[in-house]
C-alpha cells in the first residue's frame, strides 16, 4: 500500500462524534486512517418539552432585543418547533427584529438559510468572544434570547443577568450519553494500552461524556496521561477543548471549526508529531501507530510486534533485555495500561518475547533488521554511535 495518497495510513483514529459521525469516520478512512468507532453522546430533541414552547411564545409575543444562536442544528430545530406550533412566522419577525449574534460559522449559515443576517458573528465558534461583545454594550432592560446547545450555559447567562439583562434561555435540545457505553469503554481502553494514536472530539459534551465513561472503570488519570503524552486529543473548535484545557491536556484543533479542516489538520500533524523515522542497514523505516513504512509501502503490524519495535528505537544499536521487553507487551500491562507487579498476573515470558520478535521479523519482510544477541536480548542491526533517529519518539 503506497502512503502518499494516504496520509494518514498506519494510523488509527477514534471518532466520538454522534452527529455526522459517519461523515468524520469517512473523511478519515480515505485518508487511510484506521477507525476506532465510538459515539460517546445522543442529541435528544425536546420539540414536544413545554419550556423550549413557552420561551418560543415569550419571544414571539415581546421580540427580544438581542438573540444569541449558538448551533445551526440548534437553530433549525427551533424553527421546526415553532412551525408545528404555529408560531414559525411570527418567530422569524420577532428575530428580524431582534439584533442576532451568531456563534460561529455553522450557526451564521442556518440564519441565513432562512433569510435573516446576524448582525455580529466572530470568526470561531467562541462563546467567550459573544459574550465579551454583548456586556460591551448597555444591557440594562434589554431582553436577550440565549439559544442553549445541549446543556445550560450558567457563567454565560449570569454575566448577562449581573449587565442588567433580562434573559430567556432557548432549550432546544439536550445531550444524553450513548446507549451502549460499550464501544466507548473500548476506544478509553485502547488509549491508554496505546494502540490508538488521536482522538477526534467535535463537541464538549462528548469529551465530558469520556471522561465519565473512563472514570467508571477507574481510568480517567490513565486515560488523561495517555491524552497529555502519547495520544492527539484532537477538537473541532474552542468549545469543544475547554473541558480538556482544564484538566491540563494540549489539544489539536483547525483554524476553521469545521470536520473538514479537522482532518486537513490530522493529516498535517498526525504523522509529524507520532511518528518515528530511522535508518537501518540502509533501509529507512517509519513507525507509524500500528505499521511500519519501508521503501514507500506500509507494512501492519501487530500490536505485540510493535511494541517490541518501539522498545528497541528507543535504543537504537543497544542491546534490549528479554526481560525489559518482557515488559513492554500488551500481555504484561494492566487495565491501566501500566506493568503489572512481578509478583502479579498476567506474566509475559521469554518465549512470548521470542514469538513477538519472530512475528515482527516477518512483518518487516526483511532479515537482519532485528539481531539476536545470545544470551543477552535483542537489537536493531545499526551502528549506536551513527544511528539518525528522528520522530515524536526520539529519545523517549
Known sequence: MKTESEPLAGFAVGVTAARRHEELAALLERRGARVVSAPAIRLVPLADDAALVRATAECVGRPPDHVVITTGIGFRAWLETADGRGMHDGLIDALGRAGILARGPEARGAIR??????????????CAKVLKHLL?????GRRVA???????????????????AEVIEIPVYRWSRAGDSTPLRRLV?????????????????AVVATL?????????????EALRTRVIAACVGQVTVEPLVRRGVPTMEPERARLGSLVRTLVSDLPRRRSQLLEVRGVSLELRGHAVVMDGLLRPIAPAP??????????PG?????AELCDVLPSRLNVGGRPWPRDGRPQADEHAVEMAVARLRRGL???GIVETVVKRGYRLACDPRVVTVAGADAGG
Do not use: C, N
Open 212 to 224: 465519565a465513561v473512563a472514570a467508571q472503570d477507574g481510568l480517567e488519570e490513565p486515560l488523561l
Open 365 to 367: 519482510g526483511r532479515p
Open 113 to 126: 438559510q432562512v433569510g435573516l443576517k446576524e448582525r455580529w458573528s466572530p470568526e470561531s465558534e467562541s
Open 318 to 322: 543497544h542491546v534490549v533485555s528479554r
Open 146 to 164: 440565549l439559544q442553549l446547545y445541549g446543556e445550560e450555559v450558567p457563567e454565560f447567562r449570569e454575566a448577562l443577568r449581573a449587565a442588567g
Open 306 to 315: 510493535m511494541a517490541i519495535l518501539r522498545a528497541l528505537t528507543r535504543r
Open 189 to 205: 481502553g485502547q488509549a491508554v494500552a496505546g494502540t490508538v494514536d488521536a482522538i477526534t472530539f467535535t463537541s464538549a459534551p
Open 136 to 140: 460591551e454594550q448597555d444591557l440594562r
